[in-house]
């Protein structure tokens, strides 16, 4: 009797350690598989803050090239009303008054004409 008693407690324990070796490989299964999706996190995470850093510097890139036309046009149209006065002073110092041209001393009041669309003979 206390024979199978024996055996019955060595096969109750190995069938305990497997189980507790099972529940052991499912846990490390379960940490891979946890480490793998942090690690695709991450990878995720680190493109979207390389987008994120080059969307900003193309903006600001972006944001200094519209301000250096914007102060190139002011420039030409400041340039242009300066220049345009120094022509109409000229022609007024050699008594020519009928060719000079008359222009606005400020770059409010300037105003840039376009031609008038012309008008298609079916429309008339």
Known sequence: MSLWIGRLRRNFNNIKSEIEKEIGADEIRRQLRNEEIMEKFRATQSK???????????????RRNVEL????????ITGQDS????????????????????????????TITQPAPEKDASQA
């Open 83 to 110: 220049s345009a006065e120094s022509n109409a002073a000229s022609t007024a110092d050699s008594g020519d008054s009928a060719a000079a041209p008359q222009t606005a001393s400020s770059p409010e009041s300037a």
């Open 69 to 76: 036309e914007a102060e190139t046009a002011a420039g030409k």
């Open 48 to 62: 979207v803050q390389e987008s994120i850093q080059t969307l900003r510097n193309d903006t600001e890139t972006f």
